[in-house]
């Protein structure tokens, strides 16, 4: 079974500063990895979508890693801001038999100070 | 282009009524999923529907709960006799068929008094 991991829980940082957020997962053998950001009282909004076979997405200030083989993945922010703050989530696709839902980590919760 | 959709965004509900929640997906995805997340816990699958094939009721969490899609597109979830450990924000995604990159709606938040 699946089981995907997100460190840390919770990160504070002062505006303008670069942030690593983690995520692992048990099983390598996956289809994609997407990472989504979730106000609150709010649904998902999809930030990047890695494929099993890509190294790296970049869109804007974000830049998220994929290394499947070590069952990690990481979003990099650069020069944060206080719009950032939010909740990071990161889901895998399988690629078996159940290879159509996500399975999500916990998320970490964001706060980006002025 | 227009988002999915989800409707009501707040329901609140007595112990033991019927509730329908309801989504839209975007236009021209086959596939369509319902989750749900609990304060404190992860999202969790419930059911998943592609195109005209069975869908997958694996991750429903009792036979209070069910779901259909009607001409496949709108979906309607269906909780009955709710119980107040049903409350929670119910989320639901459609997916494109090319990148496969699932795109989720607003979410309706169930409360149970």
């Known amino acids: 079974k699946q089981e995907v991991t997100q460190i840390p829980a919770a990160l504070s940082v002062p505006e303008g500063e670069n942030l690593v957020l983690n995520c692992s997962f048990t099983d390598s053998a996956i289809y994609n990895l997407q990472w989504f950001r979730q106000d609150p009282g709010k649904g998902l909004t999809s930030l990047l979508l890695?494929?099993?076979?890509?190294r790296e997405q970049t869109s804007g200030r974000l830049n998220a890693s994929l290394d499947k083989s070590s069952g990690r993945s990481t979003l990099y922010i650069a020069a944060s801001q206080p719009g950032d703050s939010a909740t990071y989530l990161c889901a895998v696709r399988g690629s078996g038999g159940s290879n159509y839902k996500l399975t999500f980590g916990k998320g970490t919760l964001l706060t980006v100070n002025p | 282009g227009a988002g999915v959709s989800q409707s009501p965004s707040n329901k609140v509900t007595e112990k033991g009524k019927d509730v329908e929640l309801r989504c839209d997906p975007i236009s021209g995805h086959t596939a369509l999923y319902w989750y749900r997340q609990s304060l404190g816990q992860g999202l969790e699958f419930l059911i998943y529907?592609?195109?005209?094939?069975?869908?997958?009721k694996s991750g429903l969490p009792s036979d209070r709960f069910s779901a259909e899609r009607t001409g496949g597109s709108v979906s309607t979830l269906t909780i009955q006799r709710t119980q107040q450990e049903d409350s929670a924000v119910y989320l639901c995604?459609?997916?494109?068929?090319?990148?496969?990159?699932?795109?989720f709606g607003p979410g309706t938040r169930l409360t149970v008094l």
């Open positions: 529907f592609q195109g005209n094939s069975a869908p997958d």
């Open positions: 890695i494929q099993s076979s890509q």
């Open positions: 995604a459609s997916r494109d068929s090319y990148y496969n990159e699932q795109f």
